[in-house]
Nanobody
Framework: QVQLVESGGGLVQPGGSLRLSCAAS????????MGWYRQAPGKQRELVAR???????MYADSVKGRFTISRANAKNTVYLQMNSLKPEDTAVYYC??????????????WGQGTQVTVSS
């Protein structure tokens, strides 16, 4: 079972940037499709971005062109670079490890979440 620990959340002004990190342990990181999800108060958890084992990526329409997901298999870490942040990006961001492809993956594990707040 892979364990996931997120870091890098915080308070940022609109237009600012943050980089989230998710460190994995307990399993072979490179075999997992890694994803970032978010959940705002009163809303369902939604997929933000996903990166496959060959580093193919996909993004939610709401973050395309602003967010970039990447992975460093040697460090067992996945990142989410978030630029041009908007107040509507405010949410708890969760790291996800799954088996499958970026189009269809079955969750293996979730991280505990990290709060991102975009506000002036």
């Amino acid at each position: 079972q892979v364990q996931l620990v997120e870091s890098g959340g915080g308070l940022v002004q609109p237009g600012g940037s943050l980089r989230l990190s998710c460190a994995a342990s307990g399993s072979i990181f490179s075999i997992y499709v890694m994803g970032w999800y978010r959940q705002a108060p009163g809303k369902q958890r939604e997929l933000v971005a996903r990166i496959g084992t060959s580093s193919l990526t996909m993004y939610a329409d709401s973050v395309k062109g602003r967010f970039t997901i990447s992975r460093a298999n040697a460090k067992n870490t996945v990142y989410l670079q978030m630029n041009s942040l908007k107040p509507e990006d405010t949410a708890v961001y969760y790291c996800n490890a799954a088996r499958g492809t970026i189009a269809a993956a079955t969750t293996a594990s979730w991280g505990q979440g990290t709060q991102v707040t975009v506000s002036s």
